[in-house]
Antibody, heavy 119, light 107 residues
Framework: EVQLVESGGVLVQPGGSLRLSCAASGFTFSNYWMTWVRQAPGKGLEWVANIMQDGSEKYYVDSVKGRFTISRDNAENSLYLQMNSLRAEDTAVYYC????????????WGQGTLVTVSS | EILLTQSPDFQSVTPKEKVTITCRASQNIGSTLHWYQQKPDQSPKVLVKYASQSISGVPSRFSGSGSGTDFTLTINSLEAEDAAAYYCHQSSSLPITFGQGTRLEIK
């Protein structure tokens, strides 16, 4: 059974940093692109970042470029999102998501982890 | 960036009714359009891939159609458990984008 379990979401002050983790199991992690998607409270879904199987290609939504870094550890079956210079508008539930292939449709989603940026 | 515009934003419907949600893309995306359902306090779940392809385990009352810029999600014979938000998503080009969502309320 495919499982994606996020962790690391907390309350952080504006300008602060945070690292989210996603533990993957039930599939060969190193064979898949991986994605972070976020959802602000009461709002819609927003794609944040993608990373290729070997980590050699990474893509970001403009609003997080230069502040967030997606990475992965295939030996540990883990996906990460390093978030720096956090802003109030980064407050959201962050989902770890597996695309079926490349950056196609999303077949598995984690339960999400809540990041709150507030003073 | 490809903008996806869904309509309506909200709809209140009765059980057994047929529901149609539309998603319009700002440019031609072929069939690279997918639909998701998100129930309150749950993660999204895929309903339809590539505009019209069914997903194993998804009830047959959910179907999709369209190509290019205009797409439709149809729910035949709505059930109470279909109360949720529905989102379209394009994977044609980066940045990946989602529609703003359609919330269905069951009367």
């Amino acid at each position: 059974e495919v499982q994606l379990v996020e962790s690391g979401g907390v309350l952080v002050q504006p300008g602060g940093s945070l690292r989210l983790s996603c533990a993957a199991s039930g599939f060969t992690f190193s064979n898949y692109w991986m994605t972070w998607v976020r959802q602000a409270p009461g709002k819609g879904l927003e794609w944040v970042a993608n990373i290729m199987q070997d980590g050699s290609e990474k893509y970001y939504v403009d609003s997080v470029k230069g502040r967030f870094t997606i990475s992965r550890d295939n030996a540990e079956n883990s996906l990460y999102l390093q978030m720096n210079s956090l802003r109030a508008e980064d407050t959201a539930v962050y989902y770890c998501v597996r695309p079926f292939s490349g950056w196609s449709w999303f077949d598995y989603w984690g339960q999400g982890t809540l990041v709150t940026v507030s003073s | 960036e490809i903008l996806l515009t869904q309509s309506p934003d909200f709809q209140s419907v009765t059980p057994k009714e047929k529901v149609t949600i539309t998603c319009r893309a700002s440019q031609n995306i072929g069939s690279t359009l997918h639909w998701y359902q998100q129930k309150p306090d749950q993660s999204p779940k895929v309903l339809v891939k590539y505009a019209s392809q069914s997903i194993s385990g998804v009830p047959s009352r959910f179907s999709g159609s369209g190509s290019g810029t205009d797409f439709t999600l149809t729910i035949n014979s709505l059930e109470a458990e279909d109360a949720a938000a529905y989102y379209c998503h394009q994977s044609s080009s980066l940045p990946i984008t989602f529609g703003q969502g359609t919330r269905l309320e069951i009367k």
